[in-house]
Nanobody, 121 residues
Framework: QVQLVESGGGLVQAGGSLRLSCAAS????????IGWYRQAPGKQRELVAV???????NYAESVKGRFTISRDNARNTVYLQMNSLKPEDTAAYYCYARVRVAVTISENDYWGQGTQVTVSS
């Protein structure tokens, strides 16, 4: 089983910064894509940023230039540095990972429990 544990959420004023972390643990062969989604009240969950094992990145248009995703493969951890935060960034942020638990088993998607980010105006 794979567990994803997020940390780093909180309350910040507009223009401020936060850094989210997500550590994967358990028994698995390899983590491929890993990243972050978010969900605001009354809205659908949306992609924020994802990074491949090789370091390729994909960002939502709304966060480009403000957020930076990175990963440490040795620590099975992904980070999201969020700068110039806006009230519209307020949401629950969920860590996501596409994991191959064994060489002979196909990939599965896993989700963390979520961490709340609140940006006050």
């Amino acid at each position: 089983q794979v567990q994803l544990v997020e940390s780093g959420g909180g309350l910040v004023q507009a223009g401020g910064s936060l850094r989210l972390s997500c550590a994967a643990s358990g028994s698995f062969f390899m983590i491929n894509d890993i990243g972050w989604y978010r969900q605001a009240p009354g809205k659908q969950r949306e992609l924020v940023a994802v990074i491949s094992r090789g370091g390729g990145t994909n960002y939502a248009e709304s966060v480009k230039g403000r957020f930076t995703i990175s990963r440490d493969n040795a620590r099975n951890t992904v980070y999201l540095q969020m700068n110039s935060l806006k009230p519209e960034d307020t949401a629950a942020y969920y860590c996501y990972a596409r994991v191959r638990v064994a060489v002979t088993i196909s990939e599965n998607d896993y989700w963390g429990q979520g961490t709340q980010v609140t940006v006050s105006s």
